[in-house]
């Protein structure tokens, strides 16, 4: 028996759903302000807009094949670039933020070009090692970067402004970054980067450049996670390497995992998920590295598409079961 076709109808109300859905978050979030009024919870979901930024362009690499292990670190270099010139040089945040951000792009492609032959676990591993050289630096150049105390001093993104300013401002910044980096994936390089991933081979056997593909997505990456590096330190006004080490790294690939990296939305709901329910339960709170690891062991095996998964992994579980009973009826 074949199936009915869909209606124009149909196909048009389906092909606007999903827009129609963003827009409602946004506009959730635009007035949750009037309903949140602790200053420390706008404080979270300012922290959350920020991670949102470094997770989704963290999963924008990911997309060639590659596994950066460093992520967190071009997120510092962006932080201690723009705090220094603006503690050091007197620089506007509003200069040394796409300066810092345009430094980090240019820094993750120097850097990414020797590293574009590599592949899977090498490619992982020479990342992990720079990003530990990042943090060492920071560590040593304490004349200019504060060292293990940290970098204080710096100038306030926006004077005199309350937690409100400041959510409205990061929850702009991330719609913003969170459309331009959709955009890319789904642009011709977004493409040819998956297919890139799916196999290098027959990529530059239809005259794909892999290397040049490889380098330009992570110098993306890395503008997005020095952007996002660069507004936090002018909001938050220290700076620590602790921020920015391999652990930061590694929640950074959490949120991605938890969420699902094989939807764009996914790093975004992973992000979320871990920071702000833990703070819901803020009684629970020391435990929350052990439910974090549950939930990755629960996902990778039970939900292996992530948590953006989580509905479509319902309605077949709910199909199955209807089919075996209609089986079992007509039996």
């Known amino acids: 028996m074949s199936e009915k076709p869909l209606s124009k109808r149909t196909i048009d109300g389906r092909k606007w759903a999903k827009p129609a859905i963003y827009a409602g978050l946004v506009v959730i979030m635009c007035l949750l302000p009037l309903f949140v009024s602790s200053p420390y919870m706008l404080h979270i979901f300012i922290l959350t807009f920020i991670y949102i930024v ?4 963290f999963r924008t690499i990911a997309i060639s094949g590659q596994f950066p292990l460093a992520h967190a670190a071009f997120m510092g270099i962006g ?19 796409p300066l810092a951000a345009l430094a980090s792009a240019g820094i993750g492609m120097l850097i990414g070009y020797p590293f ?23 560590i040593a150049a304490k004349k200019w970067t504060g060292g293990w105390p940290g970098l204080t001093g710096i100038q306030p993104l926006i004077s005199n402004a309350s937690k409100i300013h400041y959510y409205y401002f990061f929850l702009g910044l991330t719609v913003l970054c969170i459309l331009a980096l959709y955009r890319f994936e789904f642009s011709r390089i977004g493409t040819s980067l998956k297919a890139i991933a799916q196999s290098y081979v027959v990529a530059s056997s239809v005259g794909i450049n892999e290397a040049w593909n490889r380098v330009f997505v992570l110098g993306v990456g890395c503008f997005f996670a020095g952007l996002a590096g660069a507004t936090y330190g002018h909001y938050n006004l220290l700076l620590s390497w602790t921020s ?14 938890i969420g699902g990296t094989r939807s764009f939305a996914g790093p975004i709901i992973g992000t979320a998920l871990l920071i702000i329910v833990p703070e819901l339960f803020r009684e629970l709170k020391e435990f929350v590295p052990f439910i974090s690891a549950a939930m990755l062991l629960i996902v990778v095996f039970v939900m292996p598409q992530g948590l953006v998964g989580l509905p479509q992994l319902v309605r077949s579980w709910f199909k199955e079961r209807s089919e075996r009973k209609a089986v079992a009826h007509a039996s």
Not at 88 to 97: E, H, K, R
């Open 54 to 57: 470094v997770a989704v362009s």
């Open 79 to 97: 932080a201690y670039l723009a705090g220094m010139a603006s503690k050091y040089l007197g620089w506007s945040p509003w200069l040394t933020i």
């Open 116 to 138: 574009a032959r590599l592949r899977a676990l090498y490619y992982a591993l020479g990342s992990l090692f720079f990003g530990i050289t990042i943090v060492n630096i920071i």
């Open 244 to 257: 920015f080490n391999f652990m930061a790294t590694l929640w950074i690939v959490m949120y991605v995992l």
